[in-house]
């Protein structure tokens, strides 16, 4: 094994290291939270300015196990890939979307208790297959596709709509995964090569091919309504 294949596999594991840890941090939050007072709502509580420390709880917390087990796997594939081509800039990014979308549910969102990761999870996808597609970078595009092919679906999410889904987070994670993509599409990703940007100093490697299965997945961003409405 020569020393780039090594460098290469040891940022593979990285990536899958780091997201597993974050994933495993938003699944030990859901068993602490079955503790909590049913009655307490550990997210945002939208135009209830007092309940301001929902804006740094919302991510971490869900209404339900089927919640939890439907963020997880698309939020795992995202975060792994956002690291994988841009390791330093991945919990920019998610701070980024994180507040953004935070702010947007605080100011607009309809009455209730929003709470998930999947405001993330959607800035993350828009983020990434925006960029892919302004790069036109090979193996960028293509997980782009990958994206754009598993969770297409995710565009009617930003929509708005009834029920218990809390588009408004949707929309605020998107809109701020876009902004994002606009604002880094001249920076080096980690497959680019050096002379394509002077100005980033990540380190380089050839691009790396894989096979992927994929299929559809869902994604939910769930509120809920308070009892007196």
Same mark, same amino acid.
Do not use: N
């Given at each position: 094994m020569d020393e780039r294949t090594h460098k290469e596999g040891k940022h593979v594991r990285n990536s899958i290291f780091v997201s597993?840890?974050?994933?495993?941090t938003v699944a030990l939050l859901f068993i602490i939270q079955q503790f909590f007072d049913s009655e307490f709502c550990p997210g945002i509580l939208p135009g209830e300015w007092s309940h301001f420390f929902g804006i740094f709880l919302y991510p971490f917390f869900h209404s339900d196990t089927a919640h939890?087990?439907?963020n997880l796997p698309p939020m795992f594939f995202l975060v792994a890939g956002t690291f994988y081509y841009m390791p330093r800039r991945l919990f920019i990014a998610i701070l980024t979307i994180w507040l953004v979308s935070a702010l947007l549910i605080l100011a607009f969102g309809r009455s209730g208790c929003h709470l *998930?990761?999947?405001?993330?999870?959607? #800035? $993350?996808?828009?983020?990434?297959?925006?960029? #892919?597609f302004l790069k036109k970078q090979r193996t960028l595009g293509a997980f782009a596709?990958?994206?754009?092919f598993m969770y297409g679906s995710m565009v009617w999410g930003v929509l708005p709509q009834d029920g218990n889904v809390s588009w408004e987070?949707?929309? *605020? *994670?998107?809109?701020?995964?876009?902004? $994002?993509?606009i604002l880094w599409r001249k920076k080096a990703i980690y497959t680019d090569e050096p002379e394509e940007d002077e100005d980033d100093h990540d380190p380089e490697h050839p691009d790396m091919h894989s096979t992927h299965k994929i299929s559809e997945a869902v994604i939910n961003y769930h509120y809920k309504p308070n009892k007196h409405e």
């Open positions: 597993m840890l974050i994933s495993f939890l087990l439907s *998930g990761a999947s405001g993330i999870i959607y #800035g $993350l996808a828009f983020m990434l297959a925006t960029l #892919g596709l990958i994206i754009v987070g949707h929309a *605020g *994670g998107a809109l701020a995964g876009i902004m $994002l993509a």
